[in-house]
């Protein structure tokens, strides 16, 4: 059963020609109560934006020359392609939003 349908049925029986057996179940009434202060919770977060000022980006550089075929090198640059994640993270943590490992 949906959400709207249950809270729908649920106003319905309250307010109803039989609301006189449901109102002595003050479950129904707090379940009901609970539902709203969540859906006004919903409703405040999805209306919250969140800016969040990324870090530096890097570039890829040729190595020291003697390796200069193998080996490259991550350099900070400002709009560089490459993000850090260990960077990324921490900016999102200072923003407030936390951050999930994936296993």
Known sequence: MKIEKAKTELQAATSGPGAIYWCYTPAI???LA???RAERR???LEARTLTVKL???YVIRAGHPINEGER???VP???GDWLSSFDVEHALLVAGV???EKD
Request: hydrophobic fraction near 40%.
């Open 55 to 57: 870090p530096q980006g």
């Open 34 to 36: 609970a539902l709203k």
């Open 98 to 100: 936390s951050v999930e």
């Open 29 to 31: 009434s707090t379940v």
């Open 72 to 74: 490259h090198v991550m």
């Open 42 to 44: 919903v409703a405040e």
């Open 77 to 79: 640059k400002d709009g």
